[in-house]
């Protein structure tokens, strides 16, 4: 954050999550490890933060069985809406373990959304070919849905396969912003519907910041994901291989989803759009810009930034010829800063915290 890599924090927690609750393309703010909280206790630490931060959905991490059955007291402090889900990834090839297993099984019958994860890693946990990692991950994703069944008929199950990974074998890093991470998610898109299933995938970068690279690279993932129709995207702000999170990195995300969507939206043809009597009326050397037409149909024919830059380079220069970068940074400070309002009641709040203290009470080392 403003140029400066450090451990994530509880302070940054709430942070994160007011800036995604105003970004408007959006819809959810996944938990992230918390450097300050002892391990045990930074899933349902986290999910504490993110419901007093955010009115999105929740995507709440898992460290272990007794922190689970702190989030699923924690969801009867809010009701039976699916406010927040959860998941959790096969240790593959071909294995779910007990500390899985014990999760699902603690978390079932409580309607909690799971994201059953298959994360074959191409080349290692999986063979080098994406069709025969792909074949890996979807038995995982399978074995994983059967488990849930059994423990919780009719449990909300989203299908996975987005996770998946290859590996540089040069630079031995497990890469996530690659054109072959792009296909898999087509696959999960695919399979997912194949079984009648919302799927998810996930889009990050392998840069170390917001730079050139993180714009080549989440790009091309936003817009093949949406392409191939993923039911739920992750990793808004997501950079160094899902280890690092930027404020700004988020806001141009933002940025970036608005501009796909408008990109695949398409060109409308109708009798309004196309406009042949007023291309009659206005006829040979007339203008367009005093018409109706005009004024009813710009804002939603016409994508209107709300980041990148669109003047002359002298508008540019007085505002002190700042980077994309810069001005997301500011942005997203500004958003930040802002005045927040109530997520959840006092009394919500209060019962959520005095499950936090409890728990870190009897699992404090």
């Not at 450097?35 to 419901?51: E, K, N």
């Not at 999760?103 to 070919?129: C, H």
Request: net charge negative; with cysteine; proline share 4%.
């Amino acid at each position: 954050r403003n140029g400066i890599h450090r451990p994530f924090v509880k302070s940054d927690m709430a942070d994160i999550s007011r800036l995604i609750d105003n970004l408007s393309q959006v819809d959810g703010v996944f938990g992230m490890s918390l450097d300050d909280v002892p391990p045990a206790a930074r899933d349902l630490v986290g999910l504490r933060i993110m419901a007093e931060n955010t009115t999105k959905h929740i995507r709440v991490l898992s460290f272990s069985p007794e922190g689970a059955d702190a989030i699923c007291e924690m969801k009867d402090v809010l009701g039976d809406s699916p406010w927040f889900s959860m998941g959790f990834t096969a240790h593959g090839p071909l294995r779910w373990t007990n500390l899985a297993v014990e999760i699902f099984k603690r978390t079932a019958k409580k309607k909690i959304p799971v994201t059953i994860n298959g994360e074959p890693m191409a080349g290692v946990s999986g063979p080098v070919t994406l069709a025969g990692s792909a074949a890996v991950g979807n038995a995982e994703i399978l074995a994983g849905l059967v488990i849930n069944q059994i423990l919780e008929p009719g449990r909300p199950c989203i299908y996975n396969l987005g996770l998946a990974h290859i590996f540089d074998m040069r630079t031995a890093i497990a890469v996530t912003g690659a054109p072959e991470n792009h296909l898999f998610a087509g696959i999960s898109a695919a399979m997912g519907r194949f079984y009648n299933l919302p799927s998810c995938s996930w889009v990050s970068t392998e840069s170390m910041c917001v730079d050139s690279q993180a714009a080549i690279e989440k790009s091309m993932g936003f817009l093949t994901h949406l392409q191939h129709g993923v039911s739920v995207i992750w990793g808004a702000g997501q950079l160094e291989s899902e280890l690092t999170i930027s404020p700004a990195q988020a806001v141009i995300d933002d940025e970036i989803i608005r501009y796909v969507k408008r990109l695949l939206r398409g060109v409308d043809i109708t009798d309004e759009t196309l406009a042949v009597e007023l291309i009659r009326k206005i006829g040979i050397s007339g203008e367009f810009l005093s018409s109706e037409h005009t004024l009813f149909n710009f804002g939603t024919e016409l994508f209107e930034p709300s980041l990148l830059f669109r003047k002359k380079r002298s508008d540019w220069e007085k505002s002190g010829s700042k980077s994309l970068h810069e001005i997301a940074e500011s942005m997203a400070d500004e958003i930040i800063g802002e005045p927040r309002s109530e997520m959840i009641s006092d009394e919500q709040s209060n019962y959520l915290r005095k499950i936090e203290k409890s728990f870190l009470k009897q699992h404090q080392t």
